[in-house]
């Protein structure tokens, strides 16, 4: 299974940008790149994915390095609800395609 | 909609006895997963299923474990006899089929602590 590297934990002052890194050196040709997030004592939520272009949505934008072996969730403007673990995840396109790899994520602080 | 509904929220038990969480996923959503929590091994899949028949329960720890779907609206994961290291966080999540993103909707989840 391919694996992700993130740092443990992350701070940023509220309103302004955040960037969340993301390694993933072994990934595959067809993998794609998900980015989950989990709010204090919720379940995860779906933030955005893509495969080898850069990708915006409404919650934030991932840009992902020409090689794939690394990416980045951009949140454009921080604010103290955006403060949760976020998760970088490699979903294969072959049976596993349902099987998600959460690994250990990346602890946002956000001040205020 | 509701979203992914799952119980009960909380759910505190003694070694040895049953416990049976359930789900309710999302109308119309084909598949349905079962995830554990903890501190120690993070978020992992269980099991999950597909128009109701289990696809893939690799990740059911032992077989104190077990996942039923007796219908599109309805899954359970009981555990027989619990014991204390199965304290964990218990997710259900659902997605519709033939989706690009896959996105996977999660519920609350289940707390349970087994003394």
């Known amino acids: 299974d391919a694996k992700t590297t993130q740092p443990n934990s992350m701070e940023s002052n509220e309103e302004e940008p955040v960037h969340l890194p993301c390694n993933h050196s072994t990934i595959s040709g067809t993998d794609y790149i998900h980015w989950y997030r989990q709010l204090p004592s919720q379940g995860p939520e779906y933030v955005i994915h893509?495969?080898?272009s850069n990708v915006n949505n409404r919650m934030a934008s991932l840009a992902i390095a020409e090689d794939r072996k690394s990416s980045t969730l951009i949140l454009h403007r921080a604010t103290l609800r955006d403060a949760a673990v976020y998760y970088c995840?490699?979903?294969?396109?072959?049976?596993?395609?349902?099987?998600?790899?959460f690994g250990s994520g990346t602890k946002l602080n956000v001040k205020p | 909609d509701a979203g992914v509904i799952q119980s009960p929220r909380h759910e505190v038990t003694e070694m040895g006895q049953e416990v049976t969480l359930r789900c309710k996923p999302i109308s119309g959503h084909d598949y349905l997963f079962w995830y554990r929590q903890t501190m120690m091994r993070g978020l992992e899949l269980l099991i999950y299923f597909n128009n109701n028949v289990p696809i893939d329960d690799s990740g059911m720890p032992e077989d104190r474990f077990s996942a039923k779907m007796p219908n599109a609206s309805f899954s359970t994961l009981k555990i027989q006899p619990s014991e204390p290291r199965d304290s964990a966080v218990y997710f259900c999540?659902?997605?519709?089929?033939?989706?690009?993103?896959?996105?996977?909707?999660f519920g609350p989840g289940t707390r349970l602590t087994v003394l």
């Open positions: 999540a659902s997605r519709p089929a033939g989706t690009a993103s896959g996105e996977q909707f």
């Open positions: 893509g495969l080898t």
């Open positions: 995840i490699l979903r294969a396109t072959s049976s596993n395609f349902n099987k998600f790899y």
